[in-house]
DNA sequence: TATTGTTATACTCTATAACTATA
DNA sequence: TATAGTTATAGAGTATAACAATA
């Protein structure tokens, strides 16, 4: 798992495989995804749930119950970062929080009804804008993104 | 180009092909940029320049002097937004500001040499953790970012 | 002493509304 | 009156540092 050397020969390859007058691939998959997320933030407004809340309850509906801290974790942003995410959603209703049974440190968050009801639906109507943009897609581009997702979202979590 | 009818029945093919236990390609997309893109901002810290300006930059390396205005309808932000991002960029010896031979409303916002030179060389370095990340990728999967990064960026720039 | 979580504070990115200067 | 740009202000998202409670 660990080659670095074998990591730099590739790398090499892949930078000699570039046309020159053309950015990196690096710079051109930096760029389009600051983009789209910039796109995706804007269209929150219609929503009182932000992309980053989205991202925290999708993760609690996958991994079920989870202490802030294994949230903070999975979604890779720092324990008090991740304190303000779970008590908006607290007041919104959509996760509640428990006492672990013998650690009084630790609480436990969890989706509510009304949370998990707010994944499973909402979020389709939410999306508009992203779906449209895949429906204007051809097949073979949709399936090329959903590989791609896949890729980014690896690469994101290591 | 205009056929929502059509494009209605290929949603809903899209829909119906994918499978029922997981997210939508809308949703699975939507998190892994936003978790990449969170990635990457958090790669900010060595530096003293933001993804947002890189992007600016990059805009202005591409297309060649442009007015504030041009800038931000390029970079799809408000022009308040781009204001500050091209006073960042001004003081830091990045951009030059001229004015408009005959519209003295407008301005011309233009790379420096200084700037030129960072976009061109010093981006590699910043990019240190995403370059690792794609050398540790096969080639295929290289390949199929770079098409992806084309099909993002064209969708976010509608 | 180490871990879990919160509070305090600050910075970036973005937006809208209101203003100034020019056409 | 319309356009280009800036300033004022606000809110989301994130971080680090310092603190409290528990193990």
New interface residues.
């Given amino acids: 798992m660990d080659e670095p050397a074998n990591?730099?020969v590739?790398?090499a390859?892949?930078v000699v495989e570039s046309e020159s007058d053309q950015?990196?691939?690096?710079?051109?998959?930096?760029?389009?995804?600051?983009?789209?997320?910039?796109?995706?933030r804007?269209q929150r407004a219609s929503s009182s749930v932000s992309?980053?809340q989205i991202?925290a309850m999708?993760c609690l509906r996958k991994c079920g119950p989870l202490s802030p801290s294994e949230l903070a974790a999975k979604?890779?942003?720092q324990p008090p970062s991740m304190t303000r995410v779970i008590a908006a959603l607290e007041e919104a209703g959509f996760v509640s929080r428990r006492q672990h049974p013998t650690d009084g440190r630790q609480a436990i968050v969890e989706l509510t009804e009304r949370g998990t009801a707010y994944i499973e639906a909402e979020?389709?109507a939410r999306?508009a804008w992203?779906?449209?943009?895949?429906?204007?897609?051809?097949?073979a581009?949709?399936e090329?993104?959903?590989?791609?997702?896949?890729?980014?979202?690896r690469?994101?979590?290591?």
């Fill in positions: 990591n730099l590739r790398y390859n892949y950015p990196s691939l690096a710079s051109r998959l930096r760029l389009a995804v600051v983009r789209l997320n910039r796109r995706l804007a992309l980053t991202s999708f979604e890779r942003v979020i389709c999306e992203l779906d449209l943009r895949l429906a204007e897609l051809d097949p581009e949709r090329l993104l959903s590989r791609a997702a896949e890729i980014i979202d690469m994101a979590g290591q």
